[in-house]
């Protein structure tokens, strides 16, 4: 008997319209690999019901299938019994909201595979949607200083770029980053932007989407070490300038006359503290795309802010586009996740309140925590490409063995959160926080 693999819908959101599986890789697992393949229908998912129709069968119940995958959570109220489930479960970090399905997830004796945990041996992830979120990012956040500019009554050529739901395609995002570019080109940049500085911090798959899409403006890039020097020049208004910033440019060894060392920061981030406010003064926009957990110093926080404009000069930061969008984390004033059709809101470093919205004192922080689902067409069939590799071995398991037994491909073994209603071994960890929880 082939076994049975599920799709449901995603409905954490209305903005959600992604799908792990598109329907030509759907196709390709009944054809090649005798897979059932069963889509729960959807009104708002990109792909529409009637394209799946062809290859799938399209129906609401999923209780047939051995193993079920998704995009997003899926809420424990409509977990089933025993079932094997895939999806971006965001509990790694014991993550307080999300407790509860994982609680239910234990209860019903389900089996949970992360795709956040799916990893080589080194430890890098596999399956992610990390270059389209920062090229959506991107498009938010530039779009985001054209509307804070513009609520300075200061007209500019970002005004033109739109969010990237906006967009039919990346590749109309593109022409229209490009028209922008030729703007500032030959009209440069408004009286008193220039220069205008726009820093990215990290340099993985979040860093280079967005950088990918900026580099259609005209720029130049400099080292965070030039960037005082920049200012002491005549500005350049044709052009922008670009900083990535290392982990190197980020912190610095607490002990005296100690030498930045890599792997010892990420083994012991306690002996590091941040020195990324020495760079606040000089951006227009910050984008961040570091991956961050409690253990490592924040990149921006409050009190920096607090410190930057409670200065006699008015800030040359507008804009914190926060893709990685960690509640007070390595951004320290993304108190908040935004969704699309509320993209930003503004934190006033001086009484620590935020308001909706692009207008009022403080810095605009866009905290969209969905920003691939903007480009749902593009980001789901590379996101089901790279999943294809492992569906067919996930569907054909056999998880009725011990958890050393089970026959999965490395990579997605390291991913199994919970197996047959228990912790696996590497997240028994979790059982603190879901004592937290109780």
Sequence with gaps: MSKCIGVRREDKSVWERRTPIVPEDARRLSEEHGLQVVIQPSPIRVFGDEEYATVAQVQEDLSTCDVVFAVKEVPPQLLLPA???VYFAHVIKGQP??????????ELGCTLIDYEKVTDERGRRLIFFGRHAGQ????DTLNALGRRLEGEGIPNPFAAIGQAHTYPNLEAARQTLRAAGER????????????????????????QGAQELFDLLPHQEVAPGELESLFQQEPDSHTLYKVVFKEEHMVEPVAPG?????????????????IFASYLPYLTVLVNGIYWETRYPRLVTKAALRDLFAAPQKPRLRVIGDISCDIEGAIECTVRCTEPG?????????????????????VAVLAVDILPSQLPREASEYFSGVLMRYIPAIAQADYTVPFEELALPPEIKRA???????????????????????
């Design 83 to 85: 079932k094997t489930y």
């Design 97 to 106: 909201y999300n407790m509860p399905m994982l609680r239910r997830l234990l």
């Design 136 to 139: 959506a990012g991107i498009l």
């Design 184 to 207: 500032i080109r030959g009209e440069g940049l408004p009286a008193g932007l220039a220069p205008l500085v726009v820093g990215f911090a990290g340099y993985g798959n979040v860093s």
């Design 258 to 274: 100690s030498r930045f060392v890599l792997q010892e920061y990420y083994d012991h981030p306690e002996k590091y503290r941040s």
């Design 342 to 362: 509320d993209p930003v809101f503004v934190y006033n470093p001086l009484t620590g309140q935020a308001s909706d919205g692009f207008a009022g004192e403080g």
């Design 416 to 438: 199994v959160i919970v197996y047959r209603g228990a912790l696996a071994p590497d997240y028994r960890y979790l059982e603190r926080y879901l004592e937290k929880e109780r």
